[in-house]
């Protein structure tokens, strides 16, 4: 008896764990729908569901996926709202979510939530985000007394109301959280506009456990990747696929002075690029010089399609082992790097110059004398 007893509670606790290794969505929504009664649910990880409101409820029930985490969005608002509709749910454990929405011309977003202490969190920081967006959007509206400044003038007033007023908000948020896995969250999805030092201490301050999630090992990538990414450094060799699947090797330009381009097919700017690096590429293209693309999509057919449209005559490469972060701390798209024929970095551009005033290119005009 006493066998079978244990045998039983092994049962219990095995369909136990079955059924908390789900993520079910309760919500609750007010208002005249109009017909639009669906609700959709998303993960990157392409997992996708909907299902229909009925009697102002609805319920979606998903499968736990550490990390994972869902985006929702409402039939209602992609038909009658404008702006993003979805918006993500940032649930730390299995278990049960709500969502109450009191009105729903405010959008499936305003809802009220519970029962996650990261959602919840997630969702007061938001809130605290948007207080301060408003604050730092009516001190640059006081900064020019109500003027219509040129874009370059208020990006620069505004950039600095980001240094005084919103990282401040993000690292005292991370700061108050490094226990928990919101805090390795919101590090996570701010760290391209911390300062290195911040993140390094914020990093630091982060429990045990919060280190080993998905978003502090980006964190942790990153600022090894900031020790790499500097003048005199030699390159940590890599090998990533060309188009054709065909392993490149960093170590096979040895020899030679290699740009670095890292774009993509999103980024404009980098596409804007690409006439005037072809003249640069056929000014200096040989046994000296060489030029590398490495395109950070996460689309491998987005990539693929755009390489066709561009036709660029230098290699290209996909970066699927994350170089980009790991060894250059690349933040932004297109960045340029200046390797010299000894494996190590002689240059950082972030944009490139079309009118042939970059960095870079002042540098190739010394170095080859043309």
């Known amino acids: 008896m006493r066998k079978l007893f244990s045998v039983l509670i092994l049962i219990g606790v095995a369909i136990n764990s079955v059924a908390q290794s789900k993520i079910v969505i309760k919500g609750t929504v007010k208002g005249d729908l109009k017909g639009y009664n669906k609700v959709y649910v998303f993960r990157e990880d392409e997992y996708q569901d909907s299902v229909e409101i009925k009697n102002g409820r609805f319920t979606i029930t998903m499968p736990w996926v550490k990390d994972g985490m869902p985006y929702i969005h409402s039939e209602y608002d992609n038909k009658t709202r404008k702006g993003p509709a979805a918006f993500p749910l940032v649930i730390d454990a299995p278990g049960t979510v709500y969502i109450d929405v009191e009105d729903v011309t405010k959008g499936l977003r305003s809802g009220k939530i519970r029962g996650n202490r990261s959602a919840t969190a997630f969702q007061a920081f938001e809130e605290g985000r948007e207080k ?3 604050e730092m959007k009516a001190a640059v509206t006081e900064h020019f007394h109500g003027d219509h ?6 990006n620069a007033v505004f950039q600095e109301k980001v240094k005084t007023m919103l990282i401040p908000y993000i690292c005292n948020f991370v700061e108050t959280n490094a226990g928990s896995y919101i805090g390795a969250f919101i590090l996570g999805r701010y760290q391209t506009v911390i300062p290195s030092d911040d993140l390094q201490r914020l990093y630091n301050k982060l429990g045990k456990l919060q280190k080993r999630t998905a978003p502090a090992e980006e964190v942790n990538a990153r600022l090894i990747g900031l020790t790499r990414a500097v003048a005199g450094f030699e390159v940590l060799d890599f090998t990533l696929n060309s188009p054709e699947d065909k392993p490149t090797t960093f170590s096979s330009l040895r020899g030679k002075y290699v740009l670095i381009d890292f774009w993509s097919s999103w980024c404009g700017p980098c596409k804007a690029s690409f006439p005037h690096m072809k003249e640069l590429y056929q000014k200096y293209r040989g046994d000296e010089f060489e030029i590398l693309g490495i395109s ?3 689309d491998k057919k987005a990539w693929l399609n755009e390489l066709k449209k561009q036709q660029l005559p230098w290699p290209q490469v996909l970066d699927t082992k994350n170089v980009s972060v790991n060894s250059f701390a690349v933040t932004a798209v297109p960045t340029a790097y200046l390797i010299g ?7 950082k551009q972030v944009g490139f110059g079309e009118e042939g005033d970059g960095e870079i290119e002042i540098k190739l005009k010394e170095l080859f004398g043309k």
């Open 132 to 134: 301060v967006r408003l």
């Open 341 to 347: 024929p000894d494996g190590k970095i002689i240059m």
């Open 296 to 298: 950070i999509d996460q």
């Open 149 to 154: 400044p040129i874009d370059s003038a208020y």
